[in-house]
Nanobody, 120 residues
Framework: QVQLVTSGGGSVQSGGSLRLSCAAS????????MAWFRQAPGKEREGVAT???????FYSDSVKGRFTISHDDVKNTLYLQMNSLKPEDTAMYYC??????????????WGQGTQVTVSS
């Protein structure tokens, strides 16, 4: 059974940085992807960044150049380094595994979420 445990959220001021972690157990990379999504209050969940087993990455336009997704194969942990944070980045962040791209419905395995709050 796949388990994804997310950590690293918090509150920062605009321009600050945070690193999110997602420790995966019971998950084996195949041709699928792991990804980060976020959901702000009153809004739909949206894709932020994804990485495949070969290390190829893709980012949403809203975070490109500021966020970096990576995966530690030894620790089987997914990371999201977030720099130059903006108030509009405030959301609950979720990691997901076993899907494709940044389509929410393609992912079956989800972490519990971690809150990121950016103040101006």
């Amino acid at each position: 059974q796949v388990q994804l445990v997310t950590s690293g959220g918090g509150s920062v001021q605009s321009g600050g940085s945070l690193r999110l972690s997602c420790a995966a157990s019971g998950y084996t990379w195949s041709r699928k992807c792991m990804a980060w999504f976020r959901q702000a209050p009153g809004k739909e969940r949206e894709g932020v960044a994804t990485i495949d087993s070969g290390g190829s990455t893709f980012y949403s336009d809203s975070v490109k150049g500021r966020f970096t997704i990576s995966h530690d194969d030894v620790k089987n942990t997914l990371y999201l380094q977030m720099n130059s944070l903006k108030p509009e980045d405030t959301a609950m962040y979720y990691c997901a595994a076993g899907g494709v791209g940044l389509v929410v419905s393609f992912y079956r395995n989800w972490g519990q979420g971690t809150q990121v709050t950016v103040s101006s």
